[in-house]
């Protein structure tokens, strides 16, 4: 290890040129990257929010939340369902494949 070293110490104008070769392939790098101001990409997941004023968490589980979960068991390319319930309030993430088209 302390050879290369030395040699790279010995031999500058070695040096220089990968210094020179790095800066150019990080500058073709640069300018071949795709750039955009506003990538366009695609979620996989939907969040659905109910609101239901004066209902207890367990009345918002019981009528809301399992009667969204058994209709959404028969969607195909849905892989995982989260759902809350609270005081007056659920929600449910459904999160499908990649490339799928959600609406």
């Known amino acids: 290890m302390r050879s290369i070293i030395g040699w790279w110490a010995n031999n500058p104008v070695a040096a220089n040129l990968l210094m020179v070769g790095i800066l150019l ?3 073709l790098g640069f300018t071949a990257m795709e750039r955009e101001a506003f990538p366009i990409f695609e979620d996989n997941s939907v969040s659905i929010e109910v609101i239901w004023p004066g209902a207890a968490p367990q009345e918002v589980e ?4 399992f009667r969204i979960e058994e209709a959404l068991k028969d969607i195909d390319n849905v892989y995982r369902v989260y759902s809350t319930a609270q ?7 459904v999160h499908t494949y990649a490339n799928v088209e959600i609406e």
């Open 25 to 27: 392939a990080g500058i």
């Open 62 to 65: 019981e009528q809301i939340l």
């Open 87 to 93: 005081e007056s309030f659920a929600r449910i993430e």
